[in-house]
């Protein structure tokens, strides 16, 4: 048994010149089209959800949308009131995201590894190799001492 799909997205318009004021008042009729057809078609068969996201995409882009209202739009299909946050939590994790009720957390991470830090850095400047005469060496690579 053979199986064959496609999938389709059309955008037609028409536009009617006004010359009576407003933004129609400001062009010319060169400076629009007064018909637009738009046909966007893919094979459908084996398609992924990221696939389709991918041609919708382009048929957005295609009928004037602006890229970042695309990605809003796609990221307010998991981030909203109706997806559980157990979900929104694993998009988090595959994309390395951090949700806002959880910042102070990292936070509190981030200044515990700075004091970690600058434990070793005190150890290191204390214990420091002295060379001959008791001078210290530098590191030649980088300059540390």
Known sequence: MTYEAEVQFKFDATYTHSYSGGFGSTIGDDDFLPEEHYKITAPAADLTAKQYFKLFEKFMLCVGMCPSSIRSGAMSLVFNDYVSEEEQRK??????????????????????????????NKHYKENVVRGPMGTVLEDSANGVV
């Open 91 to 120: 998009v988090c994790k595959e994309y390395e995201l951090t949700m806002d009720e959880d910042l102070e957390k990292k936070y509190q991470e981030f200044m515990k590894r700075d004091a970690e830090w600058a434990k070793l």
